[in-house]
Nanobody, 116 residues
Framework: QVQLVESGGGLVQAGGSLRLSCAAS????????MGWYRQAPGKQRELVAS???????NYPDSVKGRFTVSRDNAKNTVYLQMSTLKPEDTAVYYC??????????WGQGTQVTVST
């Protein structure tokens, strides 16, 4: 069983920054793609950033230029640096790991709240 443990969430004022971490219980170098998703109350879960084993990244327009995803294979950890945060970024943020076979695992989530 793969464990993904997110940390770094919290309360921040609009315009501020946070860095989320996702620590994996396995070698992430073998994971095809790792992603960060978020889910706000009453809304569907959405992708906010992903990074492949080759280092290719992908962001939706809503966070492009403000969020940066990175991975440290030596620490088996993926990060999400969030800057210029907006109240609409408030959500529970989840880490996801997906192998090329399609097998995937989710973390338990970490709450991010952006106040006005």
């Amino acid at each position: 069983q793969v464990q993904l443990v997110e940390s770094g969430g919290g309360l921040v004022q609009a315009g501020g920054s946070l860095r989320l971490s996702c620590a994996a219980s396995v070698r992430i170098a073998s994971i095809y793609i790792m992603g960060w998703y978020r889910q706000a109350p009453g809304k569907q879960r959405e992708l906010v950033a992903s990074i492949t084993s080759g280092g290719n990244t992908n962001y939706p327009d809503s966070v492009k230029g403000r969020f940066t995803v990175s991975r440290d294979n030596a620490k088996n950890t993926v990060y999400l640096q969030m800057s210029t945060l907006k109240p609409e970024d408030t959500a529970v943020y989840y880490c996801n790991a997906r192998w090329s076979s399609g097998v995937e695992f989710w973390g338990q989530g970490t709450q991010v709240t952006v106040s006005t």
